[in-house]
């Protein structure tokens, strides 16, 4: 069994910076793509960004020049390093992961979230 676990969530203030974390853990051969999701209250969960195993990266357009996605294969790490942070970036944010498996199966596995809060 695979699993992601997200830490780095939190309140601040607009302008401010935050640093989201993302390890998997279980029975992992290889990690395609690594990514961050985040769904507001109201709205459908988006794709913010998104890193593949050749490091090559995509990023919504809202957050172009804000926010840097980074992976450590090393340790199936993922991180958004979040700054200039707006009102507008309030929402939970996800981890979603591209796995094979050490059985040799193909999964998309997701983080159970983690709260981003900026005030105004």
């Known amino acids: 069994q695979v699993q992601l676990v997200e830490s780095g969530g939190g309140l601040v203030q607009a302008g401010g910076s935050l640093r989201l974390s993302c390890t998997a853990s279980?029975?992992?051969?290889?990690?395609?793509?690594m990514g961050w999701y985040r769904q507001a209250p109201g709205k459908e969960r988006e794709l913010v960004a998104r890193i593949t195993a050749g490091a090559t990266i995509n990023y919504v357009d809202s957050v172009k020049g804000r926010f840097t996605i980074s992976r450590d294969n090393a340790k199936n790490t993922v991180y958004l390093q979040m700054n200039s942070l707006k009102p507008e970036d309030t929402a939970v944010y996800y981890c979603?992961?591209?796995?094979?498996?050490?059985?040799?199966?193909?999964?998309?596995?997701w983080g159970q979230g983690t709260l981003v809060t900026v005030s105004s």
């Open positions: 279980g029975s992992i051969a290889r990690i395609n793509s």
């Open positions: 979603n992961d591209g796995i094979v498996t050490g059985f040799g199966r193909y999964i998309e596995v």
